[in-house]
C-alpha cells in the first residue's frame, strides 16, 4: 500500500519568505503531482513530475527517485500563496492518484 | 485554456435519495476520473474509466455508485440512495491523450446528503 506523507502539516509564512513543502512516498511511482487547494474547494495543478526538476513563476518542484522524495518551494512567497498543497502520486501508467494529506500554508502580509 | 465542468456546484438531498453528479471532461481527453474529499480528510480515489468501462475502483465505489458516459461528452456518478457519509466534496477529473498522468481537476460539486 503506498502512502503519501506530506511535512509539515501547518506553515505559516511572512511575505517574501522562501518556503519549502515537502513529500514523501513509500513505494515506486510514475509520475507526481502538486495540486493547490484553495477555500472553497477546487483543486488546481500546479506541477506534474517524473524526473527532475520544473519551475513555474516563483514554483519550483523538484523530485528524488531513488529517495522516494519530492520538495515544492515558493520563492518570493504571497499571501495569495494561502493554500492548501497537496502531493499525490501515480503507481503506474493510467492508475489512481493516491494523495497526502495536503499542507495548510498561510502566509501572512 | 480547456477545462473540466461540474454540475451541480452544490447539492443539498435527504438520505436514500439518488443523486446524479455531472461532469463534462475536457473534449479530447480519454481517461475520467472520479475522487471525493470529505470534509477535512483527504482527497479519496473513487473510480477510473476508459475506453467506455470502469477501470479501476476503490473499496468506496461499492454497489450504490455507478458510473456512465451517456454521450461522449458528459461523465456522470450516480449515488443510489445516499448516506449521510455520502456528504462530501465530488471532484471530476479528465487526463490527456498523451497519458492519464496530466490530469485537469473539475471545481468539485459539495454534496450535502440530510
Known amino acids: 500500500k503506498n502512502e503519501v506523507e506530506q511535512s509539515p502539516q501547518n506553515l505559516t509564512a511572512q511575505e517574501g519568505e522562501f518556503i519549502t513543502i515537502n513529500c514523501s512516498y513509500s513505494?515506486?511511482?510514475?509520475?507526481l503531482h502538486w495540486l493547490q487547494q484553495h477555500p472553497g474547494g477546487g483543486i488546481v495543478s500546479l506541477f506534474m513530475?517524473?524526473?527532475g526538476k520544473k519551475k513555474h513563476g516563483r514554483l519550483i518542484a523538484t523530485i528524488n527517485i531513488q529517495e522516494k522524495h519530492s520538495s515544492l518551494h515558493i520563492t518570493a512567497s504571497h499571501p495569495r500563496d494561502s493554500a492548501v498543497y497537496i502531493c499525490?502520486?501515480?503507481?503506474?501508467?493510467?492508475?489512481?492518484?493516491?494523495f497526502g494529506k495536503g499542507i495548510t500554508l498561510s502566509v501572512r502580509p | 485554456e480547456p477545462e473540466v465542468t461540474q454540475t451541480p456546484s452544490h447539492q443539498v438531498t435527504q438520505m436514500g435519495q439518488e443523486v446524479i453528479l455531472r461532469c463534462v471532461p475536457i473534449?479530447?481527453?480519454?481517461?475520467f476520473y472520479w475522487y471525493r474529499q470529505i470534509l477535512g480528510q483527504k482527497v479519496e480515489f473513487l473510480v477510473s474509466?476508459?475506453?467506455?468501462?470502469?477501470?479501476?475502483k476503490s473499496e468506496i465505489f461499492d454497489d450504490q455508485f455507478s458510473v456512465e458516459r451517456p454521450d461522449g461528452s458528459n461523465f456522470t456518478l450516480k449515488i443510489r440512495s445516499t448516506k449521510l457519509e455520502d456528504s462530501a466534496m465530488y471532484f471530476c477529473?479528465?487526463?490527456?491523450?498523451?497519458?492519464?498522468?496530466?490530469?485537469?481537476f473539475g471545481a468539485g460539486s459539495r454534496l450535502t446528503v440530510l
Open positions: 499525490a502520486v501515480f503507481t503506474g501508467a493510467n492508475s489512481k492518484l493516491t
Open positions: 513530475l517524473s524526473s
Open positions: 474509466f476508459y475506453n467506455n468501462e470502469i477501470s479501476e
Open positions: 477529473a479528465s487526463g490527456g491523450i498523451t497519458g492519464a498522468n496530466v490530469l485537469t
Open positions: 473534449s479530447n481527453h480519454l481517461y
Open positions: 513505494v515506486g511511482i510514475s509520475a
